[in-house]
């Protein structure tokens, strides 16, 4: 099977874009991407592109997204599908494109995601968001995509006595973190106290326990590993991946403490990486709330189930810990333009292991091996991926 | 633009929204509660007869929606109340199911509250009132 690297990535910044739509935010995305790759890329040796979108475009372009995006940085011609899983809509572009050099059928393709998020009334914006949970038998309890993050977090709470504090910490350490990074939505630390006072959303989750709204676009571009040192001397390859799926209503699921989605994908990506959690030198994880990233901590392998609020306690997740999580930001700070998150987290990865962060603060150092982790709505699918760059 | 459930999507679910029909497997004998094509216990069988569940159960989980974040459905109700419980119930035939809860102060509420299912109102859109379950705390019966 043909190895797979990343020759070239990049992505706007996150945040409220009122001047610019879907196809503004996806073409400058596209146009860093290409300006990354050492060496060039002539535009002509793309042969596909994997789009992540959730809403495309807020319901803008709901057919054939991916064609007219590509039409509109000059690729009219190359086979173009949009790919949709919810909140890891980007993650499975990514995994289909990856798929599809490992399996030979191309040699080089770009896998993106965007969303316009921010043009969304508060209202269509409840409709939007409660699409990703089971509509009949979840929303129509009247809960939302919170309150069902909420009741995980309450259930955590009962099981592993998880308090409030360590839900704040996870919004104290990224906000830290988004701070420091020029393409962050939230750009400002907060302190504990404030994170632990703002206005209640669902029990025990306040406002600092949810990632915002956010636009935003990401394209990575990747090749057979083979060719990549046409393009660069610093590809970063993906050694593993994986990826699963759930039942979408956490009321069909046996347990509320661990999402089996993300279990299934990071042991299907440490087996094919050939490595164990403890040889990951820092991840991008899916915070859309502060109990996912905690969630997100045993899932994953860093920890033993019931033991993640420990890690936090420690500040072994911080910037200047062992294991640095979320060193963008997450969701919570950098943003969650929900199609290109997982995209965008491939993006910070591949700069971080090339020691290529825009300023020196954030950058992580000696980062060989790195870890993404992409989730659909509350875990109704997921997808993992294992990142190196050469050397030591 | 999003997503809805339409009036005649609601009427094919009344049997579970009105009387908690499940379905019982053929195969394992266990209850699927929402229905399944193929039983989620045993994964072998879609053969099923159907069971209507006793409504009793307690609170697995739960969260208290705050008014301003309710799904468009519920504004009216968020709006009156201010905020209102939804809980996960462990149903006492195995089920578990998402439901608020009702006839109960918010300092009443724990995991491990027994409670029982009752008829309600849930939400009125398109000009349909559509009712379901919501489950309140079990009423201990009354002492001679
Ligand atoms: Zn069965």
Redesign the pocket.
């Known amino acids: 099977m043909p190895e797979v690297a990343i020759i070239g990535a990049g992505q706007t910044p996150y945040g409220d874009f009122p001047l610019k739509g879907v196809k503004e935010l996806f073409a400058e995305a596209y146009q860093e991407a290409l300006a990354s790759v050492d060496k060039g890329l002539d535009p002509n040796l793309i042969q596909a592109l994997f789009l992540g979108s959730l809403s495309a475009g807020n319901g803008f372009q709901l057919g054939q997204l991916a064609p007219l995006l590509a039409g509109h940085v000059g690729l009219p011609d190359i086979p173009a599908v949009r790919v949709e899983n919810a909140c890891a809509s980007g993650g499975f572009a990514l995994l289909t494109a990856v798929q599809a050099i490992a399996s030979g059928a191309y040699d080089l393709v770009m896998a993106a995601g965007v969303e316009k998020m921010r043009d969304v009334s508060s209202v269509q914006s409840k409709y939007w968001l409660g699409i990703s949970g089971d509509t009949e038998y979840e929303r129509l309890a009247g809960s939302t995509f919170a309150g069902i993050y909420a009741a995980m977090a309450r259930r955590y709470m009962e099981e592993y006595g998880l308090k409030k504090e360590h839900l704040a910490l996870v919004a104290v350490k990224n906000h830290r973190n988004g701070a420091l990074n020029p393409k962050a939505q939230f750009r400002r630390e907060i302190t504990l106290e404030t994170a632990l006072k703002g206005v209640e959303v669902a029990y025990p989750f306040n406002i600092w326990d949810c990632c915002s709204t956010t636009d935003g676009a990401a394209v990575v571009i990747i090749c057979n590993a083979k060719k990549a040192k046409d393009f660069t001397n610093r590809p970063v390859k993906i050694i593993g991946w994986g990826a699963g799926s759930d039942y979408l209503a956490i009321h069909d699921r046996d347990s509320l403490t661990s999402l089996k989605a993300v279990k299934n994908a990071a042991q299907t990506a440490y087996q094919m990486a050939g490595i164990k959690p403890q040889d990951i030198d820092f991840a991008e994880v899916h915070d859309c709330f502060t109990i996912a990233e905690i969630l997100a901590y045993a899932d994953l392998g860093f920890c033993q189930e019931g033991q993640a609020h420990r890690l936090l306690e420690e500040g072994v997740t911080s910037l200047e810990g062992r294991l640095p999580v979320n060193a963008s930001g997450g969701l919570k700070a950098k943003g969650h333009p929900i199609g290109a998150t997982g995209i965008g987290m491939a993006c910070e990865i591949f700069h971080q292991l090339r020691g290529e962060a825009e300023r020196k603060e954030r950058q992580i150092r000696n980062g060989r091996t790195a870890l993404s982790h992409n989730v659909g709505g509350s875990g109704g699918s997921a997808t993992v991926f294992i990142y190196q760059r050469e050397g030591e | 633009m999003g997503a809805h459930i339409s009036v005649p999507m609601y009427q094919r679910s009344l049997p579970q929204r009105y009387r908690l029909v499940g379905l019982k ?1 053929q ?2 004998g ?1 209850i699927n509660f929402p229905p399944k094509g193929t ?1 989620k ?2 994964r ?2 879609t053969e099923f007869i159907e069971v209507p569940l006793s409504g009793k159960g307690y609170v697995y989980t739960y969260t208290i929606i705050a008014g301003g974040g309710a799904p468009p459905e519920f504004t009216d109700q968020a709006l009156i109340q201010g905020s209102y419980p939804v809980a996960i119930i462990q149903l006492e035939e195995g089920p578990r199911i998402m439901a608020q809860l009702v006839e109960v102060e918010r300092e009443e509420i724990k995991i491990g509250l027994p409670v029982e299912a009752v008829f309600r109102r849930i939400y009125e859109e398109e000009g349909v009132i559509r009712y379901g379950y919501k489950f309140r705390p079990v009423v201990p019966p009354c002492k001679p």
Do not use: V
Request: proline share 0%; charged share 20%.
């Open positions: 497997c195969k394992c266990k039983c216990y045993c072998a069988s």
